[in-house]
């Protein structure tokens, strides 16, 4: 997969065809130092392993995106719950998300939060993806991410990404003992993050990269018609309220505002077959 990223440099916008390394979208001298990007073998497995869990490895992902799509639309059809216009199910690899955390830079202990986190895809494979799966490979500490958090509005989908998550304990249990114990602690909980409770504000301030696939925004929360270029004025304010100085933030397809005290740093061009025939992942840093 190829993906290009625009980066501001010295006041210069430069154009390239691959990943950068991690290190030229640092963001502070003083940060921990950030470890080496995920080795192809590794996001391959981690990949299988969280289709297992999600019952994709026999092909049938048609029949779970149907019956994630029925929870939204069971969730939109309760009066209390927003508008049916604003909850559209979308959701990216574990191998696209691999490509999005070494360009950011992953780092010793960050906290991941994957929000409007769906089946759970993203909070599993981020669990793994920076794990030791070997002795070789603890050079680099048991795993860089020590905790994967991911929130959603919709009861039904908490719940299947709970169920998720149980389905690869039992697989890591008998197949992939050493990854086990290496694997990120999980929280999937329900929440608004517009709205966001006691726990939720403290996993905000807590959270070190954020995740989010913004096509779950449309026309209710955003601003302009271009997928790629919606502003997302109220989930800007809503995470410049909660997340901490220095926290990386991903949007997929949506824009925070700067005013919001978000500082971009780049655009990813990445392939997504729910959002044909690209999607732009933005880098900001909460200043």
């Known amino acids: 997969m190829t993906i290009s990223i625009y980066f501001l440099a010295s006041s210069v916008l430069v154009l390239c065809c691959a990943v950068l390394p991690a290190s030229v979208i640092a963001f502070s001298s003083s940060a921990p130092e950030i470890v080496p990007e995920v080795?192809?073998?590794?996001?391959?497995?981690?990949?299988?392993?969280?289709?297992?869990?999600?019952?994709?490895?026999?092909?049938?992902?048609?029949?779970?995106?149907?019956?994630?799509?029925?929870?939204?639309?069971?969730?939109?059809?309760?009066?209390?719950?927003?508008?049916?216009?604003?909850?559209?199910?979308?959701?990216?690899?574990?191998?696209?998300?691999?490509?999005?955390?070494?360009?950011?830079?992953?780092?010793?202990?960050?906290?991941?939060?994957?929000?409007?986190?769906?089946?759970?895809?993203?909070?599993?494979?981020?669990?793994?993806?920076?794990?030791?799966?070997?002795?070789?490979?603890?050079?680099?500490?048991?795993?860089?991410?020590?905790?994967?958090?991911?929130?959603?509005?919709?009861?039904?989908?908490?719940?299947?990404?709970?169920?998720?998550?149980?389905?690869?304990?039992?697989?890591?249990?008998?197949?992939?003992?050493?990854?086990?114990?290496?694997?990120?602690?999980?929280?999937?909980?329900?929440?608004?993050?517009?709205?966001?409770d006691t726990q939720l504000q403290n996993i905000l301030k807590e959270t070190t990269i954020a995740v989010c696939f913004a096509t779950t925004w449309s026309a209710e929360n955003s601003v302009g018609t271009s997928l790629q270029g919606r502003k997302l004025p109220k989930l800007s304010k809503a995470l410049s309220r909660g997340l901490s100085s220095g926290c990386r933030i991903v949007i997929i397809d949506g824009k925070l505002d700067e005013e919001d005290e978000f500082l971009w740093m780049g655009d990813l061009r990445i392939q997504c077959p729910d959002t044909a025939p690209y999607s732009v992942a933005t880098l900001y840093h909460k200043q």
């Open 39 to 196: 080795h192809p073998a590794h996001v391959t497995k981690v990949t299988q392993l969280v289709k297992a869990a999600l019952g994709d490895d026999d092909g049938a992902n048609d029949n779970r995106y149907a019956f994630a799509r029925d929870a939204v639309t069971s969730f939109q059809e309760n009066d209390e719950s927003p508008p049916s216009n604003e909850l559209v199910y979308g959701e990216l690899s574990v191998e696209v998300l691999a490509r999005i955390l070494d360009a950011v830079g992953v780092r010793q202990n960050d906290v991941f939060l994957d929000i409007g986190s769906g089946d759970g895809a993203l909070v599993l494979g981020a669990s793994l993806l920076y794990a030791a799966a070997d002795d070789e490979a603890r050079s680099n500490g048991e795993n860089a991410i020590k905790m994967c958090y991911g929130v959603d509005i919709v009861p039904g989908l908490v719940e299947r990404s709970i169920s998720h998550a149980g389905n690869l304990r039992r697989i890591l249990q008998e197949h992939e003992s050493f990854l086990q114990q290496n694997q990120a602690d999980i929280e999937l909980l329900l929440g608004d993050i517009h709205q966001p």
